[in-house]
């Protein structure tokens, strides 16, 4: 079985602090994927990457940034977090299909 | 770019009622069709998934979806409902433009069973 994982469940953080989230996967996938998911608003894509220290920006890469030194580890880094950054975060990672595999979620509260 | 369109929002049924979620996607390129489940509390899980073949795909707890390319649509269905379905409901597709594998999703669907 595939597992992703996510270092927090839950996070609070204050306005202007730089935030790491973290994701690994275990299925030496190439694709990885941050996405935040909020209510009525279904998955936006954020960032991912497709290989060791490349990524893309997705939908709405402002305020956000990404860093992939190992296949097996994609972070996710608020640089000076909002509270219009308060939302789950999901980290997702696939292999040569389209089928993605998600972490259970962080859910961070900027106050 | 590509675009999902979940028609409901949110859905409320009772037990043994039929099921039927639309989705409609605009980029016919690559057609990899998926819908994911998120019950409550828990993470993102593949439902069931539509690559090529038969267009009609089965997949667990008794789900199916049927995919019609000329209308672009993966509608979900379910004949009859269980209070364990309540969950939220996401369909998925493409990116499109040569992706690297991106998916875009719709908004969702919530989906409550009332006992």
């Known amino acids: 079985d595939v597992k992703v994982t996510q270092s927090s469940r839950y996070l609070v953080k204050r306005t202007g602090e730089k935030v790491f989230l973290e994701c690994v996967q275990d299925m030496d996938h190439e694709n990885m994927f941050w996405y935040r998911q909020d209510p009525g608003l279904g998955l936006r894509l954020i960032y991912f990457?497709?290989?060791?220290?490349?990524?893309e920006k997705g939908d709405i890469p402002e305020g956000y940034s990404v860093s992939r030194e190992k296949k097996e580890r994609f972070s996710l880094i608020l640089e000076s977090a909002s509270t219009n950054q308060t939302s789950m975060y999901l980290c997702?990672?696939?292999?040569?299909?389209?089928?993605?595999?998600f972490g259970p979620g962080t859910r961070l509260t900027v106050t | 770019a590509q675009s999902v369109s979940q028609h409901n929002h949110h859905v409320i049924l009772s037990e043994a009622a039929s099921l039927e979620l639309g989705c409609n996607y605009s980029y016919g390129g690559t057609v990899n069709l998926f819908w994911y489940v998120q019950y409550p509390g828990q993470h993102l899980q593949l439902l069931l998934k539509y690559f090529s073949g038969d267009p009609l795909v089965k997949g667990i707890k008794g789900f199916e979806a049927e995919f019609i390319k000329s209308k672009f649509s993966f509608n979900l269905r379910k004949p009859s409902v269980q209070w364990s379905d309540t969950a939220e409901y996401f369909c998925?597709?493409?990116?499109?433009?040569?992706?690297?594998?991106?998916?875009?999703f719709g908004k969702g669907t919530l989906l409550t069973v009332n006992p």
């Open positions: 998925a597709a493409p990116g499109g433009g040569g992706s690297n594998y991106k998916l875009t």
């Open positions: 997702a990672s696939s292999f040569d299909s389209y089928e993605q595999y």
């Open positions: 990457s497709y290989d060791v220290k490349m990524k």
